[in-house]
Nanobody
Framework: QVRMVESGGGLVQAGDSLRLSCAASGLTFSTLPAGWFRQAPGKEYEFVAAINWNGGHTYYADSVRGRFTISRDNAKNTLYLQMRYLKPEDTAVYYC??????????????????WGQGTQVTVSS
């Protein structure tokens, strides 16, 4: 059974940092592309960052580029999102996702097959 579990969310002040983790099980995580998305209240899912299977290729939404870093530890079956210089507009539920095939990174919600349950990130001004 595929399971993706996010952790690391919380309430922080603008300018602070957080690191989200996503522990994957039930799949061969080390061979699969992965990504992070977020959903703010009343808004659609928004792409945040993506990474290919070995971490050699990454891509970011313009809104987070330069502040967020996606990475992975395939030995631990874990995906990370390091978030720095957080802003109130970063407030959202953050979801990790894995795609069951592919060699590159993927930026569309429909590209992904397995999702975590989400972790809340709230940034106060």
């Amino acid at each position: 059974q595929v399971r993706m579990v996010e952790s690391g969310g919380g309430l922080v002040q603008a300018g602070d940092s957080l690191r989200l983790s996503c522990a994957a099980s039930g799949l061969t995580f080390s061979t699969l592309p992965a990504g992070w998305f977020r959903q703010a209240p009343g808004k659609e899912y928004e792409f945040v960052a993506a990474i290919n299977w070995n971490g050699g290729h990454t891509y970011y939404a313009d809104s987070v580029r330069g502040r967020f870093t996606i990475s992975r530890d395939n030995a631990k079956n874990t995906l990370y999102l390091q978030m720095r210089y957080l802003k109130p507009e970063d407030t959202a539920v953050y979801y990790c996702a894995v795609r069951y095939s592919g060699d590159y990174y993927y930026t569309q919600e429909g590209d992904y097959n397995a999702w975590g349950q989400g972790t809340q990130v709230t940034v106060s001004s």
